[in-house]
């Protein structure tokens, strides 16, 4: 009886450690697609950030203004284009 607990629990002892392993094992890898997807998110993060850089620029309103005046010709106005329509 006492080789049979003995057995038992060198088992049990045998399993517990191959449980502990794994789980460490699980643990590693879960931790580097962690890190893996916290550089990707900072990776995107940082284009993101110039992405919103490169829109204000190109939204600025003297940009379009160039763009409107050098593309398609058109200006502003002058006192003499300007028509005043009574009712």
Known sequence: MRHFLL???SVAVIGSAIGVVWSR???RQAYIALSTLENERDELNIEF?????????WSE???????????????????????????
């Open 7 to 9: 057995l038992v629990l």
């Open 25 to 27: 094992h699980l643990h």
């Open 49 to 57: 950030g110039r992405l919103q850089l490169e829109q204000a620029t």
């Open 61 to 87: 309103a003297n940009r379009i203004e160039q763009v409107a005046g050098a593309r398609i010709g058109m200006k502003f106005p002058t006192d003499e284009d300007i028509v005043v329509l009574q009712p």
